[in-house]
């Protein structure tokens, strides 16, 4: 069908972008899906283009703005009543299917992309989806500078840092009589627990380490049954309290000594007496460094050899610790304590006198 027509008005406009004439790389858009089509324009800030972006609901296809056109499709719009043809400049753009591949090259330019078509051209499920899926995307700028300001908070005492030397833990043993000539006279139980505690303990003997959760600990129950019948049997009782109560110490968070005192010791008197001998005052609060713990652990061992005749079954020893100590670090503490395994099982501690003197535990130490 011819028209005629005199063209009275043409309009050319290169540098903006005049009505675009979709060309679909697939193939040709069906007459009654037209009216389905969502479109919108956007700016490619990774390519520095214009972007064209078309959605069916179900697929989303894309185009860049073409460049360097040596002709430029025309739009004639005839006005049937006066005959004058306008001509318009229009752009012919080729769009084509997002797939898998070019989702996962450049993936956060393109991800951004996909989702901001998805978010405003997708179906109802489509844009659920991304919303979701944005919503649990991480920004590792974001969760380093969390992780940055996390980290400054974080307060290390050097005390904790430093390795601690055999001559060091020497120093956490109470006055020791290397020469004596039987092993009582070794050491001397005021000097780990002081006479008037002792004898508060003692005075409440009847109630300390009879409960039954203390009875199910196969140290305390092996020593219970040792010392029933024992002339000093209060007295050991009470060493046993005070060894229950340094354990419970070693167990608990330092910063919570104060709200969890009453379960060290039911006297609040040996609690306070723990935590003021088996820690230390910092700018920060009471800590409590490795070599504060080990000087626990030491008086512990000595203390329970007191208890137990001199002789200690490591491995039941070890379960009264709730942070197990292991037995190879409980071996170490008490070779300076002066203990050595026994001949018939190595897992038997026994006070044998001479003592060795120090420099010898040093030496065979550094050996190791």
């Not at 080990?294 to 005749?309: E, G, P, Q």
Request: hydrophobic share 40%.
């Amino acid at each position: 069908m011819k028209l005629k027509g005199i063209v009275s008005h043409v309009s050319i406009q290169p540098t903006k972008i005049q009505p675009i004439i979709v060309k679909f790389q697939n193939g040709k858009l069906q007459n009654n899906l037209v009216s389905k089509m969502k479109c919108g324009l956007f700016y490619d800030e990774r390519e520095k283009k214009s972007l064209l972006g078309i959605s069916n609901n179900h697929v989303v296809y894309k185009g860049h703005r073409p460049k360097n056109q040596l002709t430029y499709p025309m739009l004639a719009i005839h006005n049937k009543k006066t005959g004058n043809i306008k001509l318009i400049q229009a752009e012919r753009w080729l769009v084509f299917p997002t797939t898998k591949k070019q989702l996962i090259s450049n993936k956060n330019n393109e991800d951004n992309q996909n989702n901001l078509l998805n978010k405003e051209f997708g179906s109802k499920k489509v844009k659920r989806r991304t919303i979701q899926n944005s919503k649990m995307q991480v920004s590792i700028d974001a969760v380093q500078d969390q992780l940055a300001e996390t980290v400054s908070q974080i307060e290390v005492d050097q005390d904790d840092l430093k390795v601690e030397t055999i001559d060091d833990k020497f120093s956490s043993l109470p006055p020791c009589n290397r020469t004596a000539s039987v092993v009582h006279e070794v050491y001397n139980l005021e000097d780990i627990i002081p006479a008037e505690k002792l004898m508060l303990m003692c005075e409440n003997c009847d109630s300390l380490l009879q409960n039954e959760e203390n009875r199910k600990a196969p140290f305390f129950a092996n020593s219970l049954r040792i010392i029933d019948n024992d002339a000093k049997k209060k007295t050991k009782l009470a060493i046993l309290e005070f060894i229950n109560a340094l354990s419970k110490w070693i167990s608990i968070n330092v910063r919570e000594a104060k709200k969890r005192s009453s379960e060290i010791s039911a006297i609040p008197e040996i609690s306070d007496y723990v935590i003021n001998t088996y820690s230390m005052l910092s700018a920060k609060g009471r800590a409590r460094p490795v070599s504060i713990r080990d000087k626990a652990v030491i008086h512990s061992i000595i203390l329970a050899l007191m208890v137990n005749d001199f002789k200690l079954d490591l491995k039941s020893f070890n379960e009264v610790f709730t942070c197990r100590l292991g037995l190879r670090k409980l071996t170490e503490l008490a070779r300076i304590v002066g203990a050595v395994p026994s001949k018939d099982n190595k897992d038997v501690l026994v006070l044998k006198i001479p003592l060795a003197s120090a420099i010898d535990i040093t030496k065979k130490s550094r050996k190791k």
